[in-house]
Nanobody, 116 residues
Framework: QVQLVESGGGLVQPGASLRLSCVAS????????MRWYRQAPGKERELVAV????????TYADSMKGRFTISRDNAKNTVYLQMNSLKPEDTAVYYC?????????WGQGTQVTVSS
C-alpha cells in the first residue's frame, strides 16, 4: 500500500522553527521528485518547495526562499522540510507529494500553526 505520512507540525510562536518529515512506504522515493505544498484556510493549495530525485536541485516559492530548506534521505525513504523564522502567514496544512511519470502520491497533511 502506497503511503506518504507527514509529521512534525504543531503550534509555534512567530520566529520559531519546525522540521517536517514525510515518510514514504509501499514504494521507494529514489526516482521521484518530491514536493511540499501547503494550504491555508480559504486559500488554494500552493507549492512550497521541490527537490529532484537525486537531490541535486531544489526550488522554492519566493516567500519561502531563505527560510525553508527541503532535503531528502533516499536511504530512509524520507523527505524533510526545515522551516525557520516562521510567520503567522505560514499557518497552513502542509502536504507531501511524490511525482514520477504518471505516479502522483499525496500525504494527508500536517497542521502548522504560527501564533503568539
Amino acid at each position: 500500500q502506497v503511503q506518504l505520512v507527514e509529521s512534525g507540525g504543531g503550534l509555534v510562536q512567530p520566529g520559531a522553527s519546525l522540521r517536517l518529515s514525510c515518510v514514504a512506504s509501499g514504494f521507494t522515493i529514489t526516482s521521484y521528485a518530491m514536493r511540499w505544498y501547503r494550504q491555508a484556510p480559504g486559500k488554494e493549495r500552493e507549492l512550497v518547495a521541490v527537490i529532484t530525485s537525486a537531490g541535486a536541485s531544489t526550488t522554492y516559492a519566493d516567500s519561502m526562499k531563505g527560510r525553508f530548506t527541503i532535503s531528502r534521505d533516499n536511504a530512509k525513504n524520507t523527505v524533510y522540510l526545515q522551516m525557520n523564522s516562521l510567520k503567522p502567514e505560514d499557518t497552513a496544512v502542509y502536504y507531501c507529494n511524490a511525482v514520477f511519470v504518471w505516479h502522483n502520491y499525496w500525504g494527508q497533511g500536517t497542521q502548522v500553526t504560527v501564533s503568539s
